[in-house]
T-cell receptor, first 112, second 119 residues
Framework: DVKVTQSSRYLVKRTGEKVFLECVQD?????MFWYRQDPGLGLRLIYF???????EKGDIPEGYSVSREKKERFSLILESASTNQTSMYLC???????????FGPGTRLTVL | AQTVTQSQPEMSVQEAETVTLSCTYD???????LFWYKQPPSRQMILVIR??????QNATENRFSVNFQKAAKSFSLKISDSQLGDAAMYFC????????????????FGKGTKLSVIP
């Protein structure tokens, strides 16, 4: 079974802090994704990566950056956290260009 | 841009009954995929069913089936013999076909339908 893990289930940070969210997949998938999920808005794509060191902006990249130094790991970085970044963050991975996405358990981030 | 609309924010169904969740999408493409994902209260999103646009036959997975109407751009999910474990958020999602460039990697999601199952 594909396994996508995220470093924390719950995280509380203060405004202005630098925040790292880590995601690891164990199935050698080429593609990895970061979404945020908010009530009434569904899932919105922040960034995705289709190869090591490659990244593409999604629909809402402002205030975020990403890093993919190894194939299995995809990090989401909030350079200076703000209260409007309080949300559930979901990581996903997929193989090639035709596979469905497999999701991690999510990280509930609260920025105070 | 592609959009996915789920017009029912919440639905409920009696245990053992059948329920249908609606999804419509807007696209000018002919090659694409459609998905239904389930997110139980534990928050791990899992794939329920997928449909390739070029296939006329509706996909089925055990108690889950879809009604794919390509001309109407409609993709509804039917859950038969509903069980308590079916209670979850359900998301409809769209993705371009395999040879559509970078866009084919991305999923576009609807806003979700919260399904409650009444014992």
């Amino acid at each position: 079974d594909v396994k996508v893990t995220q470093s924390s289930r719950y995280l509380v940070k203060r405004t202005g802090e630098k925040v790292f969210l880590e995601c690891v997949q164990d199935m050698d998938h080429e593609n990895m994704f970061w979404y945020r999920q908010d009530p009434g808005l569904g899932l919105r794509l922040i960034y995705f990566s289709y190869d090591v060191k490659m990244k593409e902006k999604g629909d809402i990249p402002e205030g975020y950056s990403v890093s993919r130094e190894k194939k299995e790991r995809f990090s989401l970085i909030l350079e200076s956290a703000s209260t409007n970044q309080t949300s559930m963050y979901l990581c996903a991975s997929s193989p090639g260009t035709i596979g469905e996405q497999f999701f991690g358990p999510g990280t509930r981030l609260t920025v105070l | 841009a592609q959009t996915v609309t789920q017009s029912q924010p919440e639905m409920s169904v009696q245990e053992a009954e059948t329920v249908t969740l609606s999804c419509t999408y807007d696209t000018s493409e002919s090659d694409y995929y459609l998905f239904w994902y389930k997110q139980p209260p534990s928050r791990q999103m899992i794939l329920v069913i997928r449909q390739e646009a070029y296939k006329q036959q509706n996909a089925t997975e055990n108690r889950f089936s879809v009604n794919f109407q390509k001309a109407a751009k409609s993709f509804s999910l039917k859950i038969s013999d509903s069980q308590l474990g079916d209670a979850a958020m359900y998301f409809c999602a769209y993705r371009l076909g395999a040879y559509s460039g970078a866009g084919s990697y991305q999923l576009t999601f609807g806003k979700g339908t919260k399904l409650s199952v009444i014992p």
